[in-house]
């Protein structure tokens, strides 16, 4: 029987390696399937090395992803919170000049920037100013409708409810500044 190129390669090859090294591949391949498994099918299990688990990694609760603003004094807004048709923002925030953060909470980026963004909740007067937080992969259509491309992306929303984009430095005190002063 003649033996072909790829039948050679496999023996002379691919064989021994996988015979020196199936414990190491079989390992590798039960951490990554735990990776995945655990940490939901949307988060990247690579993302582990990077930030420490309790900030990198999507959570799920009932199929949803983690919010990043939870128990901290930036206001996470959800489908419930939005009349999409009438009002760009709550009727209760008219009359005061506020941010928006629209983010995913597998997106580095937006990890990094909420210790900023939840100081800016703590520097402002909320009798005059509001900081709220989408997080968009719960909330699609909130994304959608305000044409969100690439996260974060932060809007300034203005006194009469209008809203801009920002494209300014997003570090606490200028992120204050733009809406306080």
């Known amino acids: 029987m003649k033996m072909t190129h790829q039948s050679k390669f496999s023996k002379t090859v691919l064989f021994p390696f996988l015979k020196k090294n199936w414990m190491s591949i079989l390992i590798l391949a039960v951490v990554l399937v735990l990776c995945v498994v655990l940490y939901g099918c949307y988060s990247n299990p690579l993302s582990l090395l990077c930030k420490p688990l309790s900030k990198s990694v999507d959570k799920f609760h009932g199929g949803l992803m983690r ?5 901290t004094n930036v206001v996470e807004l959800s489908n419930d919170y939005f009349n999409l048709h009438q009002y760009a923002v709550l009727p209760n925030y008219l009359g005061k000049k506020g941010l928006m953060i629209f983010y995913q909470s597998s997106c580095a980026h937006c ?16 009798s005059k100013h509001f900081v ?20 974060p992306t932060i809007k ?3 006194l009469k409810g209008d809203v801009s984009d920002y494209d300014g430095s997003r570090d606490a005190r200028s992120l204050a500044r733009i809406i306080m002063g």
């Open 67 to 71: 919010n990043l603003y939870d128990n």
């Open 156 to 158: 300034v929303v203005g």
């Open 111 to 126: 990890i990094n920037m909420a210790e900023d963004v939840i100081k800016v909740g703590k520097m402002i007067d909320k």
């Open 132 to 151: 709220c937080a989408v997080n968009c992969g719960n909330n699609e259509n909130i994304a959608n409708f305000f044409k969100i491309t690439g996260y």
